[in-house]
């Protein structure tokens, strides 16, 4: 098979990845895409930084054999813990991780603080903090832990009353108060982008990794000389390692709305 023709591979610890692969879907439409989506041993959010390395592995292995001629690995806690590594291992493929969009909400200048919803992981992690030191005389940023706001996404549930109590006790310190932006720095996050929405006001802006990591992942391809230019429209594989009807009903719902193929 020509490379050119070859599948994008994206990785993330459940569904949550999918809002990325959506904004490649979009960027890309000609492209074809596997998606691995690891359920059964989420949330990485929880985990030990060794425990999420070797898991990331396993993914990207899997997503190898398939031919994958790039990687994707959309999920901030695994890229925190794996895509230095994972690159030295795999020289000749594109790897591209995904990370808190926190330059772009630095640059829109907005007064109040900026807030970055977050897995514990990714806020413990080193990359995150050099991130947050490198703005940390450009803007007030507070960081968010969200435990378990991902397992609602996991379940299906990106509405509904338990998410929007959530949402209103995380932010019922910030009651009045302005807030400047918020980032989404879990790929679950964007499926609730609009319960915060609703709950906070449209004013907020209210950024995610999504789009800038599918640009740096058409960039990558082009340098490569790997974009797919069939006239065809690319098609998606989804797998998850829960291997159950429901996760893949899920999964198929997230990324296409009502709409399942």
């Given at each position: 098979m020509d490379r050119k023709n070859r599948p994008i591979g994206f990785f993330d610890s459940g569904v949550g990845g999918l809002s990325v692969l959506k904004e490649a879907m979009k960027l890309m439409p000609k492209e074809h895409y596997i998606y691995f989506g690891d359920s059964k041993n989420a949330p990485y959010g929880v985990r030990e930084v060794e425990d999420?390395?070797?898991?990331?592995?396993?993914?990207?292995?899997?997503?190898?054999?398939?031919?994958?001629?790039?990687?994707?690995?959309?999920?901030?806690?695994?890229?925190?813990?794996?895509?230095?590594?994972?690159?030295?291992?795999?020289?000749?493929?594109?790897?591209?991780?995904?990370?808190?969009?926190?330059?772009?909400?630095?640059?829109?200048?907005?007064?109040?603080?900026?807030?970055?919803m977050a897995t514990p992981v990714t806020l413990r992690e080193k990359k995150f903090n050099n991130l947050m030191e490198k703005y940390r005389n450009q803007a007030e940023i507070i960081p968010m832990p969200c435990p378990g706001l991902m397992d609602f996404i996991e379940s299906g549930k990106i509405k509904g009353k338990e998410v929007e109590e959530y949402i209103r006790h995380k932010y019922e310190d910030f009651n009045g108060n302005k807030i400047g932006a918020i980032v989404l720095g879990c790929t679950h996050y964007p499926f609730i982008k609009p319960v915060i929405e609703d709950i906070l006001g449209r004013d907020i802006p209210i950024i995610d990794g999504g789009l800038g990591t599918s640009i740096e992942l058409?960039?990558?391809?082009?340098?490569?000389?790997?974009?797919?230019?069939?006239?065809?429209?690319?098609?998606?594989?989804?797998?998850?390692?829960?291997?159950?009807?429901?996760?893949?009903?899920?999964?198929?719902?997230?990324?296409?709305?009502?709409?399942?193929r």
């Open positions: 999420v390395r070797n898991l990331t592995y396993k993914a990207v292995e899997f997503l190898m054999k398939k031919g994958t001629k790039a990687i994707v690995i959309a999920c901030n806690t695994a890229t925190s813990a794996a895509v230095a590594a994972l690159r030295i291992t795999y020289p000749g493929i594109p790897i591209v991780g995904i990370e808190p969009a926190v330059k772009p909400a630095v640059n829109l200048k907005k007064q109040g603080p900026i807030i970055i058409m960039r990558r391809l082009e340098i490569k000389g790997l974009i797919n230019d069939s006239v065809m429209e690319g098609n998606v594989e989804i797998y998850n390692s829960l291997k159950e009807e429901n996760i893949l009903k899920i999964s198929k719902k997230l990324l296409y709305g009502n709409d399942c």
